[in-house]
């Protein structure tokens, strides 16, 4: 089975960039893509951006379009979020799962979960 791990989470200035990454061990991938979420304290997980094992679907939130880019490197088997001119509000966990299928951002289609990395933007 594959598992996830994110790291590159990390105190930040407002405004400033933070690249995240997960790394897949195992030898093959079931799923359609890779997401990554995010969790505030005391808000519900929410997508961020999503990505296609075939690189032809991409998908970000409305709240970081323009801002984030998802991104992979097969050869590694690692997925990249880059972040940039972060917002305070983006201070939370960070977390990559596979996605089950295309074309959805509810977070009952995803699993097999990593542990996640925390981003604090703050100055």
């Known amino acids: 089975q594959v598992q996830l791990a994110e790291s590159g989470g990390g105190l930040v200035l407002p405004g400033g960039s933070l690249r995240l990454s997960c790394v897949a061990s195992?030898?093959?991938?079931?799923?359609?893509?890779l997401g990554w979420f995010r969790q505030a304290p005391g808000k519900e997980r929410e997508v961020v951006a999503a990505i296609s094992w075939s690189n032809t679907d991409r998908y970000y939130s409305h709240a970081v379009k323009g801002r984030f880019t998802i991104s992979k490197d097969d050869r590694k088997k690692t997925v990249y979020l880059d972040m940039n001119s972060l917002r305070p509000e983006a201070t939370a966990v960070y977390y990559c799962?596979?996605?089950?299928?295309?074309?959805?951002?509810?977070?009952?289609?995803?699993?097999?979960w990593g542990r996640g990395t925390q981003v604090t933007v703050s100055s």
């Open positions: 799962a596979e996605q089950r299928r295309a074309s959805t951002t509810l977070s009952t289609d995803y699993y097999n």
């Open positions: 195992g030898h093959t991938f079931s799923s359609y893509g």
